[in-house]
């Protein structure tokens, strides 16, 4: 049987390094947060002031800077990857065969990202480019544009389960119970 690899996709806001993490009390599986690893480089590397302007790296970057983290038997939880068509049909292309893909879209309406974002802020829990309203909205943007393409792709993408879950409830129980009731 081969592993697991689940997909938390989603915008800003919408929970998914929250839900990733409830789901690994579930079981046993490797953690790849994909914003931790870029946040983690030096501040003055190229990819930190591309991530800092609020625009996506380039996909050729991402590729190799990442590679190692696939290379694993264990099952596999992604945060933050893909977020572009390129990189979603990479994925599906190269890991398909080694990986039971399930994607699990958290569905939330942007309004309910604004303020989720808001609240991790006025809660201290925020990411630094939280605070920079023009890069959340270019985030946001990036999102529409760029990461909503991937997600209808892989909604039809060969050989992956693809789930897509309305998390927009205020409620955190509810909405990890959706998410378990697909995972199930």
Known sequence: MKPKMIIMMGGQ?????????????RGKYEYMET???LRALP?????SQIIARGELV???????????????????????????LGQAKWI??????????????????????????????????????DADAAVVRRRLDNFWKITMPAIEWLRHAPNIKFSAVDVSDADADKNFAKISAVLN
């Open 13 to 25: 806001g919408t929970g998914k390094g929250t839900f990733a993490r409830r789901i690994m009390e």
């Open 35 to 37: 914003g931790a690893i």
């Open 43 to 47: 501040p003055e590397s190229r990819l």
């Open 58 to 84: 380039p996909d050729a970057d991402l590729f190799e800077l990442l590679a190692t983290h696939f290379d694993t038997d264990s099952d596999l939880i992604l945060d933050g990857f893909p977020r572009t």
């Open 92 to 129: 599906v292309e190269t890991f398909a065969h080694k990986f039971d893909i399930h994607v699990i879209y958290l569905d939330v309406p942007e309004s309910v990202m604004l303020s989720r974002i808001e609240k991790r802020i006025r809660e201290g829990g925020g990411r630094a480019d």
